[in-house]
């Protein structure tokens, strides 16, 4: 059991505070094969309750397949879009929520809850595990790509129901990540949804408790302000 | 936007290959709260659907709290355990499934549903989505973790409506996960549940598909066997 060095660590803060939920600037480029054998087997290594494993992975590259995605997408966020008014609706309009097509890879990550692996060990009392363990897996999946310099977006404006029947996935499998994969011009210094005005990021003290909810000083000790620039 | 070095991304592939879920091992050691800080800011920086960014975490190092917290552990295991018999119970009675006392932190990490940042950006077609995010919390969460040689074990037997009396935590939110952190004598080299013979790690190739469910060969090419200790 080595410790990480100085520079093992800063690649996975940095993974962590680079990681970005891209909707533009993908570039053409493909993505070869061996790097998305490496960001799935990222995600397949990610935890799971039982060593279930739930997961699935659909590569999607089929123009005509991501064709029906995109209308699907087009025609959920027109609905999508309805509750806004105003200012907020403008806003709403000229955000980029989906790059479909322009991503050379698509990926959709699925649950399988009658996977029997894992006999059900820690399942029982709260049945939904299986679907934090495949939510784990995308996320595994999303560092690795960000430090293989490959954009991902979920977009999760989607039909479910019409996209499970587009991508034939059984009934008693739950779709939940469809993600927008490949090489972008750049990744933005801050999230998009920050940038744009849509909403800013929370100071890291307001959501910290210590020992029952809304006990915000500590006994023992109280967290400092962390150092992102610093990760020691 | 400057690539990641070898050693950076050898970083973000170790800590998702070397990452456990730590039973046992702990050590007593306490977590200097600027670590403590690295970790959850970590979690905070992980995406969110329309940066709602849903989560509340509680920092739980208080004796009778954990004691009340062990307690619901152990009840809701015994009844976890009836529903195994012969060999696999013997096998379920030896496994370590909970640390509670002996990790000297606990940490909560919640999901709130009212939470009105992100202005619902997002959530209209799949209301969970504010569950998904908080789960990408605490994987970011654990791997920091790992980096910063802490391990963490994500205890999901215990009856959690009981847990959220115990903690205070308001009828609106879900509690998602329960975690033990702390320093550990060793990582084991593989999953727990693998080394004691639980279950298997699935092949990678058998959870692929592409394009469409079912469909194993690729019209374009096929993603190769990955080679996890050279990750490029």
Redesign the interface.
């Known amino acids: 059991?080595t410790?990480?060095?100085a520079?093992?660590?800063?690649?996975?803060?940095?993974?962590?505070?680079e990681?970005r939920?891209v909707r533009s600037n993908f570039l053409p480029t493909p993505v070869p094969?061996?790097?998305?054998?490496?960001i799935?087997?990222?995600a397949?290594?990610?935890?799971s309750?039982?060593?279930?494993?739930p997961?699935?992975?659909?590569?999607?590259?089929?123009e005509s397949?991501r064709t029906k995605v995109r209308e699907n997408f087009e025609r959920?966020n027109r609905?999508?879009a309805a509750?806004?008014e105003g200012e907020?609706r403008n806003l709403?309009d000229n955000?980029k929520?989906g790059a479909i097509m322009e991503a050379p890879v698509n990926l959709c990550v699925t649950c399988d809850h009658q996977r029997t692996?894992?006999?059900?060990?820690?399942?029982?009392?709260?049945p939904?595990?299986d679907?934090?363990s495949t939510?784990?897996a995308?996320?595994?999946l999303?560092?690795?790509a960000?430090?293989?310099?490959l954009g991902a977006g979920?977009v999760?404006?989607?039909?479910?129901e019409s996209l499970k029947a587009t991508?034939?996935?059984?009934e008693h499998?739950t779709l939940?990540?469809y993600l927008c994969i490949g090489y972008v011009s750049?990744?933005g210094s801050q999230?998009d949804?920050?940038k744009r005005g849509?909403?800013?990021?929370?100071e890291?003290a307001n959501?910290?408790?210590?020992?029952?909810?809304?006990l915000r000083q500590?006994?023992?000790?109280?967290?400092?302000?962390?150092?992102?620039s610093d990760?020691?």
Chains 1, 2 share one sequence.
């Open positions: 059991m410790q990480f060095s520079e093992e660590k800063r690649g996975i803060y940095r993974a962590i505070y990681r939920d094969d061996d790097v998305l054998a490496r799935l087997d990222a397949h290594h990610a935890p309750v039982g060593f279930m494993q997961w699935d992975f659909l590569v999607i590259r089929d397949v959920t609905q999508a509750i806004y907020q709403y955000l929520l692996k894992g006999a059900g060990l820690g399942r029982q009392t709260n939904s595990t679907l934090y939510v784990c995308v996320q595994n999303w560092l690795a960000r430090a293989e310099s979920w999760s404006i989607l039909d479910t991508l034939e996935i059984p499998v939940v990540a750049e990744f999230p949804l920050e849509w909403e800013h990021r929370e890291l959501l910290i408790h210590y020992d029952r909810w809304n500590s006994s023992a000790s109280t967290i400092p302000a962390p150092l992102p990760p020691g």
